[in-house]
């Protein structure tokens, strides 16, 4: 596997890779890899010949008062996991080859990103978006993969590349999730021993609120038992519990289409999200 830092350096091993006529796939990451970021190489491996995995901690999708200088960075230990599951190129610009001096560009998606986490995390969608544009740019890949677990951000990617009218197939890989149920990811390192346990309730409160809605109990009604059981798990604040629309995740009342259920809530210092599909019957 190749480490590439710098642009000439990845468009020559992306030119190599194009020349046998073989599909590229990028996973774009901020590292700290875990099962969960391995399945999105699994299943690119499923749809390309080559796979190119970018680890980059954007610092535009952080928040002034979030976890930018804390967020776990571990390259090395990332490196052979990916080395190791047959990935070809890792891609890890410096902030420096990212955003050089004198970078001005945005990307907004409007709409889709303005509730849920757009609306708890001012800023965070455009800087998402931005990056996922110039990863795209620079990795000219053929197909992307993002974890359903950021369902928003995923939402978004799939209307950006729509919009844009970018050549690239947006796949989305379903929520890994530890033995117990609590869905993986790099922020579960933060908790404590006895938040972890807690956390559990955050997918259990979704699931059984998802289950009370599929047999025709009111909406407002489950999603508020859902809040009284974060509650009682020391979740605070709770950021919201919304039933959306599965594709344009506007706000839904009554359950007449498909749809997913969104939480995000702080456990102590650490901001956990999740989400979940319902159906109608
Ligand atoms: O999901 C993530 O890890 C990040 O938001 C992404 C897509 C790599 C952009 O920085």
């Not at 891609?91 to 907004?108: D, K, L, R």
């Not at 998606?109 to 800087?127: C, K, M, Y």
């Not at 989305?172 to 972890?196: F, K, M």
Request: aromatic letters at 4%; proline letters at 6%; charged letters at 25%.
């Amino acid at each position: 596997m190749q480490t590439l830092r710098d642009l000439p350096s990845l468009r020559t091993a992306i030119d190599a890779m194009k020349s046998v006529g073989r599909p590229v796939a990028l996973v774009p990451t901020m590292g700290a890899l875990h099962e969960g970021h391995m399945a999105l190489v699994e299943e690119a491996r499923r749809h390309a010949g080559h796979v190119v995995v970018s680890i980059f901690v954007n610092p535009r999708q952080f928040g002034a008062n979030e976890d930018l200088d804390a967020y776990p960075r571990r390259e090395a230990k990332d490196a052979q996991m990916l080395q190791a599951a047959g990935v070809d190129a890792l891609w890890a610009p410096t902030p420096q080859v990212m955003y050089p001096e004198g970078y001005a560009t945005n990307i907004s998606v409007s709409g889709i990103t303005e509730g849920l986490d757009g609306a708890a995390r001012p800023g965070h969608f455009d800087g998402v978006a931005t990056v996922v544009t110039k990863l795209f740019n620079q990795v000219q890949p053929d197909v992307a993969l993002f974890g359903e677990k950021d369902y928003q951000q995923l939402a978004m990617i799939r209307q950006m590349v729509r919009d844009l009218d970018m050549r690239i197939e947006i796949i989305g890989v379903p929520t890994q999730r530890a033995e117990d149920g609590l869905a993986l990811s790099s922020r579960n390192a933060y908790l404590t021993d006895e938040e972890r346990k807690e956390a559990l309730a955050l997918p259990r409160a979704l699931g059984e609120a998802a289950r009370q809605m599929e047999k025709g109990a009111s909406v407002e009604a489950a999603i508020a038992k859902a809040i009284t059981m974060l509650s009682a798990h020391g979740f605070e604040p709770i950021d919201y519990v919304t039933l959306c629309d599965a594709v344009t995740l506007e706000p839904m009342h009554v359950l007449d289409r498909p749809a997913r259920l969104l939480g995000a809530a702080k456990l102590g210092r650490t901001r956990l999200i999740d989400n979940i599909a319902v159906e109608p019957s």
